[in-house]
């Protein structure tokens, strides 16, 4: 029976795995770790090891511990920052025997790094929302000139983190000075030009550089955006599934000016800009993005995709490796109640109007 260890067991990122992965049908042995009691305790996970958080000097040794005594044949990962510093220790984590299927870590820094990726894309042509590293007060300033709109909006993000970390839109140079020293965030904040609230996910998995499978999300609400600053929280409320040539194309485009060899997940966010083109504004790398259960449900289980290639180098018998899912599938999310699959007419018809 194949052992599966999965790092931030309990947070709906990596629990949205382990439930695909349970019902994949294939009896995998699940094991979680996390940093977080009260949610690892959550966790669909046959058994739950409490580690330090991946930046902590103690991660590493119990990491090991870990490894040697459970001793997986698959180890994956759903956290940026986990990513990244266990992507540091990938030769030792091999020694072991565990299997990681990653990009290489250079492809890991520039995509959890979002200054590297922009200067990527800036150099390699794909079109992208112009955007500063704010190091300075001078630079600061130097974005509200250069990238304010009609309304002197710019938009403030964090370098490094997901779910909108530290973003917002602001046209108050003073109040988004305060904001960035809030945070002692001189040289960890982004500026750039504000682009619309539509958004765009591709999520794909790639073998030594062959595309296996992409499937497209359009994010149609944010859960408690209203409670945000930015509007934005991480939390998709309502997904759709969708299909788009041009989004299927800028993605593709997006990976490879990163990536000359893509291996592994990556998912391409985009948002819309003002002429209805989509720009890349992140890729969340070596990671499904938490909604993947939503995949699974409508019938594409990509985390058993995953597990299958890593571990016998069996690859799936798709129709399409493209976009599989029919246009128009929602995923209806909220906090406290079990997630509803439904097709897009579904909704109206459910619903009794006075």
Same mark, same amino acid.
């Given at each position: 029976?194949?052992?599966?260890?999965?790092?931030?067991?309990?947070?709906?990122?990596?629990?949205?795995?382990?439930?695909? *992965? %349970?019902?994949?049908?294939?009896?995998?042995?699940?094991?979680?770790?996390?940093?977080?009691?009260?949610? %690892?305790?959550?966790?669909? &996970?046959?058994?739950? $090891? *409490?580690?330090?958080?991946?930046?902590?000097?103690?991660?590493?040794?119990?990491?090991?511990?870990?490894?040697?005594?459970?001793?997986?044949?698959?180890?994956?990962?759903?956290?940026?920052?986990?990513?990244?510093?266990?992507?540091?220790?990938?030769?030792?984590?091999?020694?072991?025997?565990?299997?990681?299927?990653?990009?290489?870590?250079?492809?890991?820094? +520039?995509?959890?790094?979002?200054?590297?990726?922009?200067?990527?894309?800036?150099?390699?042509?794909?079109?992208?929302?112009?955007?500063? %590293?704010?190091?300075?007060?001078?630079?600061?300033?130097?974005? !509200?000139?250069?990238?304010? +709109?009609? /309304?002197?909006?710019?938009?403030?993000?964090?370098?490094?983190?997901?779910?909108?970390?530290?973003? *917002?839109?602001?046209?108050?140079?003073?109040?988004?000075?305060?904001?960035?020293?809030? !945070?002692?965030?001189?040289?960890?904040?982004?500026?750039?030009?504000?682009?619309?609230?539509?958004?765009?996910? #591709?999520?794909?998995?790639?073998?030594?550089?062959?595309?296996?499978?992409?499937?497209?999300?359009?994010?149609?609400?944010?859960?408690?955006?209203?409670? &945000?600053?930015?509007?934005?929280?991480?939390?998709?409320?309502?997904?759709?599934?969708?299909?788009?040539?041009?989004?299927?194309?800028?993605?593709?485009?997006?990976?490879? &000016?990163?990536?000359?060899?893509?291996?592994?997940? $990556?998912?391409?966010?985009?948002? $819309?800009?003002? +002429?209805?083109?989509? /720009?890349?504004?992140?890729?969340?790398?070596?990671?499904?993005?938490?909604?993947? $259960? !939503?995949?699974?449900?409508?019938?594409?289980?990509?985390?058993?995709?995953?597990?299958?290639?890593?571990?016998?180098?069996?690859?799936?018998?798709?129709?399409?490796?493209?976009?599989?899912?029919?246009?128009?599938?929602? #995923?209806?999310?909220?906090?406290?109640?079990?997630?509803?699959?439904?097709?897009?007419?579904?909704?109206?018809?459910?619903?009794?109007?006075?």
């Amino acid at each position: 029976m194949p052992k599966i260890l999965v790092g931030g067991a309990g947070g709906a990122p990596s629990e949205n795995v382990i439930r695909s *992965l %349970l019902e994949s049908g294939d009896g995998d042995e699940v094991i979680g770790m996390g940093s977080e009691p009260s949610d %690892l305790i959550c966790s669909s &996970a046959k058994r739950k $090891y *409490l580690v330090p958080y991946a930046y902590e000097k103690s991660y590493k040794d119990t990491l090991n511990k870990l490894l040697k005594r459970e001793k997986p044949d698959l180890i994956h990962f759903q956290h940026d920052i986990e990513i990244l510093e266990a992507s540091k220790l990938r030769a030792g984590i091999l020694k072991t025997g565990v299997k990681l299927f990653m990009p290489c870590h250079a492809t890991i820094d +520039n995509c959890v790094h979002k200054d590297k990726s922009y200067a990527i894309w800036k150099a390699q042509g794909v079109r992208v929302p112009r955007t500063i %590293l704010i190091e300075t007060a001078q630079d600061l300033k130097k974005a !509200f000139k250069a990238l304010g +709109n009609k /309304n002197g909006l710019i938009w403030l993000r964090a370098t490094v983190g997901g779910a909108g970390k530290w973003s *917002l839109p602001v046209k108050s140079f003073k109040f988004a000075k305060e904001w960035i020293g809030h !945070f002692n965030g001189w040289g960890r904040f982004t500026a750039a030009e504000i682009l619309t609230a539509r958004t765009v996910t #591709w999520l794909s998995i790639w073998y030594e550089g062959d595309l296996v499978v992409a499937q497209a999300r359009r994010r149609k609400s944010w859960q408690f955006g209203d409670r &945000a600053i930015s509007g934005v929280t991480g939390i998709t409320k309502v997904g759709e599934t969708y299909s788009s040539a041009a989004v299927d194309r800028i993605a593709q485009d997006a990976i490879l &000016a990163i990536d000359k060899n893509p291996h592994g997940i $990556y998912g391409v966010d985009m948002a $819309y800009d003002n +002429n209805n083109f989509p /720009n890349p504004t992140e890729i969340n790398i070596a990671r499904f993005f938490t909604t993947v $259960y !939503f995949f699974t449900k409508a019938g594409l289980n990509m985390p058993k995709i995953y597990k299958d290639i890593a571990l016998y180098n069996k690859f799936p018998s798709l129709k399409r490796k493209i976009n599989p899912l029919p246009d128009g599938l929602l #995923w209806v999310r909220g906090m406290d109640r079990e997630p509803l699959l439904l097709r897009k007419n579904d909704m109206e018809k459910r619903l009794i109007k006075l």
